[in-house]
């Protein structure tokens, strides 16, 4: 068990973190020690930056429609056959093979995630499942999350992490022009949206001021994320990062990529 949990763990850093966040950033952390994530008395979190801003994310990359078994018409996000949301699978169609999804010794065309940036595919902006006497906008639903939690805006905290002037200003004038004159954005922008739109104009770091748009977390959200991720390994006691943090794959099975683990688990 500890052996399949520390491979799990190897690829979660190694493999996810460096594609949703750039090796630039994940290897700063590991090399440097982490800057913001601090544990009082060593007990482990999740912030509220990460949670209701930083890992929603994902909610920009979903497509309408998913391909997840060779030889099939993609599927509807929220249709039939997919339970329109949250209801069990009942239709074997459904049942994902994940080589269609995930990069594998398969060799599949691998259908890819939506670039990050601050659009959603139109089913997300109306839930299927939501009653329309309720809000059913995921972007509306995230933004009022936020503000109940009291989120410091996107400017004010890539401020308090360091962040060029420079920088926060392109992004917070980019938010503006995406959101319109109908929307005042003059007190600070949202977390989650700012976050959105840092992805979309800065992008991923891959190296040392090398940076991809569209293509993973910008510099606050990636910093966010990996430090968030990265602690909580590190506090875990039980966690290869906490016990041996030198330990890697080789030492196991050499399973290093989630599309390995994924091929190697039902061998």
Same mark, same amino acid.
């Given at each position: 068990?500890?052996l399949?949990?520390?491979h ?8 996810y ?6 090796k630039?950033?994940?290897?700063d ?5 982490r800057?913001?994530y ?5 007990v ?8 209701a ?16 078994r ?27 093979d ?10 599949r ?10 659009k ?15 809000i ?9 999350? +936020?503000q109940?939690?009291? $989120?410091? =805006? /996107?400017e004010g !905290?890539?401020q308090?992490?360091?962040?060029d *002037?420079?920088? &926060?200003?392109?992004v ?7 959101? +319109?004159?109908?929307?005042d $954005?003059? =007190? /600070?922008?949202p !977390?989650?949206?700012?976050l959105?739109?840092? *992805?979309?104009? &800065?992008?991923?770091?891959t190296t040392?001021g090398?940076?991809?748009? +569209?293509e993973?977390?910008g ?15 590190e ?10 943090r ?5 030492a ?16």
């Amino acid at each position: 068990r500890q052996l399949v949990t520390w491979h799990y763990q190897w690829v979660v850093i190694h493999d996810y973190l460096v594609k949703l966040c750039g090796k630039a950033v994940v290897s700063d952390i590991l090399g440097k020690g982490r800057k913001f994530y601090c544990a009082d008395n060593g007990v482990p979190y999740i912030p509220v930056e990460f949670s209701a801003a930083a890992y929603r994310f994902g909610h920009s990359m979903i497509p309408q429609k998913i391909q997840i078994r060779q030889g099939q018409s993609a599927l509807e996000l929220f249709g039939a056959l997919l339970g329109r949301g949250f209801a069990p699978v009942t239709d074997e169609r459904a049942v994902v093979d994940w080589h269609e999804l995930v990069e594998t010794s398969a060799g599949r065309n691998v259908q890819k995630a939506e670039t990050l940036d601050s659009k959603m595919a139109s089913d997300l902006l109306e839930l299927p499942f939501i009653p329309a006497s309720d809000i059913q906008s995921l972007a509306t639903r995230n933004l009022l999350r +936020g503000q109940s939690f009291l $989120l410091p =805006s /996107g400017e004010g !905290l890539a401020q308090a992490m360091g962040r060029d *002037a420079v920088e &926060v200003e392109a992004v917070s004038d980019a938010a503006k022009a995406i959101a +319109g004159a109908g929307i005042d $954005l003059s =007190s /600070g922008t949202p !977390l989650w949206f700012y976050l959105l739109v840092e *992805a979309e104009t &800065v992008g991923r770091e891959t190296t040392p001021g090398s940076f991809d748009r +569209g293509e993973g977390l910008g510099p606050v959200g990636a910093r966010i994320v990996a430090e968030t991720i990265i602690g909580l390994c590190e506090l875990d006691s039980r966690a290869f990062a906490a016990v041996n943090r030198n330990w890697d794959p080789s030492a196991g099975v050499g399973v290093t990529t989630l599309g390995e683990m994924l091929t190697y688990a039902p061998s």
